[in-house]
């Protein structure tokens, strides 16, 4: 089977690992901070916190931001559901801004309909959660802009975005956001195995998300409420988690990252072929990339235009018996049952329904060959075809 995404780890991330499980620390030693640096100066960015996955790096990005009880915050229904739970364990309310049908981002004209509408009925969101799917930034720029005007914070979760550009700037600077997220989980661009990091260039927000990584405990004497007891001492100054990296995890991220660089270049290189062996067919239209942005391409994603729900899976399930890992991404998260429950019964997302019902994942990774892409563009070209000549 040609799976959709996987790591690519060579002998440098073994050895790494190696020597790193073969060092005094495990857990808390010398390869955390040096990847939140390397990353943070990869990024142009001040502050880094690395943590154990981008879950959790979602969940104390919200909780530093303040979100609480009765606040409300606005995510992209086309994502994982990890984008929209970190509002609930907040005790917050989530609401989804439609997406765009052609990138799969949240819709920036949807998005300024909603606030504007929202600030009338005095709802408006705290923090507003942009997904760079697939690796595509969102329009970062614009929607920075509209958090000025109305009073927003922006989470970017670019789970899937680390190696990619907006305006020629890497993703992660946070210039128009005040913190985003990576993931390091094995199908993203590099891996930890498990694992995630927050960047902000706001040293207040850093500080609290690395008391909150790790019990909300601080060994810093300027912030302990009474004098030290001795050199064993710290203070709990707040309600933390165990949400750390570990320094094997770190290892790898670090000796990952020298490769970052040549994956992403990679994978665009690969998805020009895709594209070019798919314009012979234009009821199969691959994601559109706006010019200003360099994707990591996490993932190749393509609809296939005017399909139903049954076709869909007919595609689906045919490209699986063929040995082609096909998938999608991702089921709209306001459709998820846990959320139903939550939403008016008349909720609806037109366009990331539409997109659901219409949209594939093809495998896309490093070590995919033209040879694999030919043989998936083909049988998918197959596929489509006698859809269409049954119509
Ligand atoms: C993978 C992913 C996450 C969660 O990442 P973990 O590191 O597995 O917690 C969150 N958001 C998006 C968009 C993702 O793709």
Redesign the pocket.
């Known amino acids: 089977m040609i799976p959709y995404g996987r790591q690519d780890i060579d002998q440098k991330d073994i050895e790494a690992v190696i020597s790193a499980l073969k060092s005094d620390w495990l857990t808390q030693g010398p390869s955390i901070p040096k990847f939140e640096k390397a990353l943070a100066d990869y990024c142009g960015v001040k502050h880094a916190v690395a943590v154990n ?4 790096a ?1 969940h104390i990005a919200c909780l530093a931001l303040g979100v609480e009880l009765g606040d409300t915050v606005w995510t992209s229904p086309n ?2 559901v ?2 929209a739970n970190c509002a609930i364990y907040c005790g917050a309310n989530v609401d989804f801004v439609d997406i765009s049908l052609d990138t799969g981002n949240m819709c920036i004209e949807a998005l300024e309909e909603k606030l504007l509408h929202a600030k009338l009925t005095n709802t408006l969101p705290k923090v507003v959660i942009p ?1 760079h799917f697939a690796g595509q930034s969102c329009d970062i720029r614009a929607i920075g802009k509209l958090a000025k005007d109305y009073g927003f914070y922006i989470i970017e ?1 670019a ?2 975005a680390v190696g990619g550009k907006f305006e020629n700037t890497p993703v992660g600077r946070c210039e128009y956001s005040d913190i985003c997220v990576f ?3 094995p199908v ?1 661009i590099i891996t930890t195995m ?3 990091m927050a960047l902000t260039s706001n040293e207040t927000l850093a500080e609290k998300m690395m008391q909150l990584r790790s019990h909300g405990i601080t060994n810093d004497p300027s912030k302990m409420q009474s004098a030290s007891d001795g050199p064993w001492y710290y203070e709990q100054i707040d309600l933390g988690f165990n949400y750390r990296m570990n320094d094997v995890e770190a290892a790898l991220g670090l000796s990952q990252l020298s490769r970052l660089d040549s994956f992403v270049e990679t994978r665009n290189k690969l998805v020009a072929i895709y594209n070019e062996k798919l314009s012979t067919n234009p009821t199969i239209v691959p994601l559109s990339l706006a010019s200003n942005i360099y994707s990591s391409y996490h993932l190749y994603v393509v609809r296939v235009d005017g399909i139903d729900q049954a076709q869909h899976r007919y595609i689906i399930e045919s490209l699986r018996a063929k040995g082609i890992f096909a998938h999608v991404h991702y089921i709209p998260i306001h459709l998820q049952p846990f959320y139903q429950a939550k939403l008016p019964q008349d909720y609806a997302l037109p366009n990331a329904e539409r997109y659901y019902r219409e949209a594939i994942t093809l495998p896309l990774h490093p070590k995919l060959t033209p040879s694999e892409i030919s043989y998936i563009t083909d049988n998918l070209i197959t596929l489509v075809d006698e859809i269409a000549s049954k119509a």
């Open positions: 996955s981008a879950t959790s979602l994502s994982f990890a984008s997904v979760d789970s899937h993931s390091f989980h993203k498990e694992g995630g």
